[in-house]
């Protein structure tokens, strides 16, 4: 078991990373750690393998061996795949090189890197070389792996191999802290979540707990956000190219294809044709949870219909309701919401 | 946005590159006068290079088909893709005008 | 590569020969007064030149560091005529076919005197009363005889004395005869004079061999007794140093040639054989070449362990190392290698026992270590702190991971850095001749003092210290090679 008591870090300069942070790893645990940039995640694993020194607080690993796992990998460039995965059992725990040779394979057929064994590391993806990594760690025989942002520096297809990888490892029942902003892949794969802000353990719990009922509002922001698209219209002077760019990138970002035609047609519509600028004008894009593409519209100041207007722009109300599965109109307050769920009987994906 | 005119026997074909949304609409509107000018002709739309249209680029559309029809001219719409022939399908465009791919 | 500049050395071999011969009198001296329009060169540390100065107000006087050069450019036609004494002149007619002394020239005195400590009166007064005696009993003109006369023998004096407080005298390859370096000894009229006194005082002489600039310096600081080598007493010489009574008064004289500027009708190869082979003088250059690759290997050797010390103490030592670490490098790598080199030997060293090519291999490997260390920083840093992480997280020391994950990406860095080091201690190693170590460059001041003849040996010697820099280079790639990655 790891304790974490009291950790406190600040930088020189007086940037305070971690603000008495507790936290106990115990064995068989998954904890995913996640929380917006520079919230103090990435210290709080780095303080606990020994790569940086708390400013207070103790960090107790009793007898258990730690292995770390780098956002940038750290491979070794100058040794072979297999050399990698056999140095420290060679070097370090003096085992005889066949044996640890044999290990070691064993250890790559589990990442599934088994054929690149003989290859450098430069030759590799960084999918492979995360999972080199990952062997590397492992033939150390690590009571406890530390994963420190593994697959940021990675796209999809890659982050896909890597996971696959921690997956197994949660399988076979190791004990594992993953620091990550992959909040899809946390729930799946973890016991725990902690979500982190501003140097502080905000909330801990089951992953479900926290995805679908936090307590706090800094863990609903976060998580909202996190899988939202947010923008905002003040006047009809709105900067339509800036929130097309914005959508293209939530689509790319969630792997939505050619949705953004939709999503940007559908907005532009309501900008052009029926929205009454009567205040601000706040738009989220989101995935509901059926999964469909959704968008919430808030008009503020505002309590005749929107869409229900009998002067619409005919061809613009066709479009929309072409394009949209549902339009509901809600007046709560002074605001007029509107609630869409975006037609997929056109995807092409 | 950019629309290029040209000339061939009867025939006047206007070429429609970028997106037409209702910003870029106000300028088309003027750029496509020629068209309503000569409205008794064939016109062609080329929609080759059109990569978005809303419906204020739907409405511009609709006027040169008026103007057409008041005049006795036609009108084709050419090669337009996957996305704005939803559009058009759902606004029923699709019905009103001539589309030819290829 | 290496065989295109090989192929380049080759062309410059081939052009050299004939750019030698391409140079052409500025104008025939007839008398004196021709004098003060031309091109006269005088010897730098000798007391005539003010002398010639007043007396042609209107010629160019052009300064040489030894008499070889100085027949060398009037042979070329470089200049016009060359002021010298006009003892041991002959010989120096005899080797040079076509010169000659110019007549009707003014009586300016030149005279040679041995220079001693000012506090050591003692020595200088032996000195004047074995001088005294000597004139007096007809042994000076044997000694005269016995190297300046038209039919001189040359014949070595043996020393009797063997046992007893050696006395050191700095000497330097000047005028012929006076001192020559022959067979890596000093040989002549001044050697023989001093050995002579030697006996007289029951010690024995050892001779050090100096170039001009540091000979005064020398005898200063205590690493010689003595100074010969036509040493002229010159007034702000006097404040320094004790001169004792002259042992040659003769008057400066101005040699002129007659001959076509170009002498040597022989051809190159002929030359070659007469300057290196015929006397046996290719072992004075392998001996220089010995000293160059001692000093050479073992300060390259001594230099890095210690750069490695250093560059520990810059990255990984207390506050105080590290500032002394940082502070070292920038001033030794700030100072240029000569003045270096002269402060460790006259000041540092002045009065150690330590010999001049021990001194050296100090100063070079002191020189190399800062160049080493940060050599070794920069390459070390050049690797991804990543890697020490890494090292660390897989429950590696901190020497365990510098072993096996930093050094061996680092080298790949530190050879070629260290390649550029290394060619250049070779070539810093050319000027330890100022403190009398007989190195390639030296020796080939010495042929050069002994032949007249400058292309061969500096030809030679230039390949020689090519091919050693072309070595290290190679050989640096070649290590490079073997231990970069198999895979880039």
Known sequence: ?349 | MEVKITEQGGTMTAAFIGRLDTPASLDVTREVQPLLDHADRTLVLDCKDLTYISSSGLRIFLTIRKAAAAKGGKVIVQDICDDIRQVFMMTGFLNLFEVRNG | MARRTLFRLLCLLLLLPVVSCSADRQQEIRDFGDLERGNVGVLTGRSNDTAVRELLPGADIYYFEDLVSMCMSLQRGHIDAFACMETGVDVLLQRNPGFRVLDGTPEIPDTAAVAFRKDNALLAGQFNAFLRDILADGTMDDIRANWFAPDAAGAHYHQHATEGEPLRVGIEAGQTFFTVIYEGEGVGLEPELMMRFGDALGRPVKFVEMTNPGMIPALLSGKVDALVSAINPTLSRSNRVLFSAPYDISNVCFVVSDAAPVLRRTSFWEKTRETLISEGRYELILEGLKNTLIITLLSVIFGFLLGCLLCWMKRRGPRWMEAFAHGYCEIVEGIPIVVLLLFMFYVVFATSPLTALVVAVITYSLHFAAGAAECLERSIEAVDKGQWEAGKALGFSRFETFRYVIAPQALKDFLPLLKGKAVGLIENTSIVGFIAIEDMTKVTDIIRSQTYDSLVPLLVVGLIYFLIARGISVGLDKLGDHLNFKVK
């Open chain 1, 1 to 349: 078991m790891i304790q974490v008591s009291h950790l406190s870090k600040e930088y020189p300069g007086g940037v305070k990373a971690l603000r008495d942070v507790s936290l106990e790893i115990h064995p068989g645990e998954v904890i995913s750690v996640i929380g917006p940039s520079g919230c103090g995640k990435s210290t709080l694993v780095r303080c606990i393998e020994g790569l940086e020194a708390p400013t207070s607080g103790t960090v107790d690993t009793g007898d258990s061996r730690l292995g770390m796992v780098f956002q940038q990998f750290n491979v070794f460039p100058h040794l072979s795949v297999l050399d990698n995965v056999t140095l420290g059992p060679v070097k370090i725990n003096r085992i005889p090189k066949a044996e640890a040779e044999k290990k070691g394979m064993d250890l790559l057929r589990l990442v599934g890197l088994a054929e690149k064994a003989q290859a450098m590391p430069d030759s590799l993806s960084g999918g492979q070389k995360q999972r080199v990594g990952i062997a590397r760690c492992l033939s150390m025989n690590p009571d406890v792996l530390l994963f420190d942002e593994p697959t940021s520096a990675l796209d999809q297809t890659m982050k896909t191999e890597v996971f696959g990888v921690i997956n197994e490892l949660a399988k076979q029942g190791m004990t594992m802290l993953i620091v990550t902003h992959e909040l899809e892949f946390a729930r799946k794969v973890s016991t725990r979540v902690v979500f982190m802000h501003d140097g502080e353990i905000c909330e801990e719990g089951a992953p479900e707990e926290v995805f679908e009922r936090p307590q706090k509002t800094l863990t609903r922001i976060f998580i909202r956000n996190r899988r939202s698209l947010l923008f905002q219209a003040d006047s009809r002077e709105y900067d339509l190219y800036k929130f097309n760019a914005d959508i293209e990138w939530f689509c790319q970002r969630n792997h939505l294809g050619k949705k953004y035609f939709t999503l940007e047609l559908i907005t532009e519509e309501l900008l052009s044709h029926f929205l009454p600028f009567t205040g601000p004008i706040h738009f989220r894009i989101f995935l509901n949870e059926e999964k469909k593409l959704a968008m919430e519209i808030e008009q503020e100041n505002c309590s005749s219909p929107i869409v229900d207007s009998p002067d619409a722009d005919e061809i613009a109300l066709m479009i929309l309701q072409g394009l949209c599965a549902s339009i509901q109109e809600v007046q709560e307050g002074d605001s007029r919401f509107l609630h869409i769920v975006v037609n997929d009987v056109y995807d092409q994906d």
